[in-house]
């Protein structure tokens, strides 16, 4: 089965002559677990990647984006400041692999395997479903949820947990140790109309 995994084109060519790096997951900052993001959609909108957006210096998320410390800002003739971060749907990764392996493994399992079993094992369903949509809420902020109110991410996270907001989870898939570059079988670049070839 194909599976896709969405990166720079830079990075693209580097994991050709190599392989396919595990990364942070959703939950990494709790269980330090690493593994491979990938989708089983080839479309790039709602995983939560940085597409190339230029930030200016009175953007809510310049902030945070800034402390991160890995761009560099440029003053503008006008006098303000901006950062340009890096693409990561430039190019996308067609991946042929077993859906049955061990070492693929989807959301709702790495939730279960990370959250469920190893960091909070035993406690109510309220809380799964408060971890998990919280988590699932960061892909539709990939710099920061800084500059919105706590009211509207509480918002915004029960309507996940109540299903009445729309969310990529279903699609999201983990690989839990590196991809040797022959099990990729494509790579295809973002176009100018946003297709891949």
Excluded: C
Excluded at 70 to 89: F, L, S
Excluded at 130 to 137: K, M, V
Excluded at 153 to 166: C, F, P
């Amino acid at each position: 089965m194909y599976f896709y995994h969405f990166t720079t084109a830079s990075a693209a060519q580097n994991i050709m002559a190599s392989s396919l790096k595990v990364g942070i997951t959703p939950f990494s900052a709790m269980s330090k677990r690493q593994a491979v993001n990938l989708t089983n959609t080839p479309d790039p909108k709602g995983h939560g990647l940085l597409t190339g957006q230029t930030l200016k210096d009175t953007d809510p998320e310049y902030r945070a984006v800034q402390a991160l410390g890995v761009y560099t800002p440029v003053r503008n003739p006008d006098g303000y400041y901006t950062i340009t971060v890096a693409d990561q749907t430039e190019a996308m990764l067609v991946i042929d692999l077993n859906i049955s392996s061990s070492k693929l493994i989807s959301y709702d399992k790495l939730f279960e395997k990370d959250i469920k079993n190893m960091l909070y094992p035993g406690r109510d369903k309220k809380l799964y479903d408060q971890l998990s949509a919280t988590a699932i809420h960061s892909a539709d902020y990939p710099f920061s949820t800084a500059h919105i109110s706590n009211a509207q991410q509480d918002q915004e996270i029960a309507d996940i947990i109540n299903k009445k907001r729309k969310h990529k989870a279903p699609t999201w898939f983990f690989h839990l140790v590196d991809i040797p570059a022959k099990k990729i079988v494509e790579v295809r670049l973002k176009q100018s109309d946003g297709s891949y070839k």
